[in-house]
């Protein structure tokens, strides 16, 4: 693991050696490009949480990723992520991410994190029956789509926040 949290590291062309490198955090860095990670195959979880991202080209052929830590980003395009079948955790919170459709064939996504972003659409989602925990505060998105999206899984546990001011709305899944 290499932790270059809360650093002044910028540069990453040095880590695109550590090929067998699993875990990267890189959190609260001005970091923005991601090109030297692009190599490292062996990568399962990479935080990004508070960087100047925005581009994730280099990060579609990192098929190990399982965990990938996007929050406060300036991520907005997610079609780079359509190929990471192994994802089981992503966070977007606060990012500009808006189109979901490129998550839909990520099936073994367990946790997601859309608080703060500009989705209105769920429908991506339906089919992500291993999807137990989605977190959508401050979303655009409406009841109605909420309540299709718990009929489509049941199991997962949606929680949304409609305003600062709203109480907490907590949709569980049954009792066993």
């Known amino acids: ?21 699993r875990q990267l955090v890189i959190d609260n860095t001005p970091v923005s490009d991601l090109s030297p990670l692009a190599e490292l195959k062996n990568l399962n979880t990479l935080s990004l949480d508070n960087t100047q991202v925005s581009d994730l080209s280099p990060l579609a052929e ?7 830590v996007l929050r406060n980003t300036q991520v907005s395009d997610l079609s780079s992520l359509a190929e990471l079948k192994k994802l089981v955790r992503l966070d977007l919170g606060h990012t500009q991410v808006s189109d979901l459709s490129p998550l839909a064939e990520l099936k073994k996504l367990v946790r997601l994190d859309l608080g703060h972003t500009q989705v209105s659409d769920l429908s991506p989602l339906a089919e992500l029956k291993n999807l137990k925990s989605l977190t959508l505060i401050l979303t655009q998105v409406n009841d109605e789509q909420v309540r299709e999206l718990k009929q489509a899984l049941p199991n997962c546990t949606i929680r949304r926040y409609r305003s600062l001011k709203t109480t907490h709305q907590l949709f569980n899944p049954p009792a066993p």
Do not use: I, Y
């Open 62 to 68: 990192l098929k190990s990723l399982r965990t990938l």
């Open 1 to 21: 693991m290499v932790d270059l949290g809360n650093t002044q590291v910028s540069d990453l062309s040095p880590l695109a050696e550590l090929k067998s490198l």
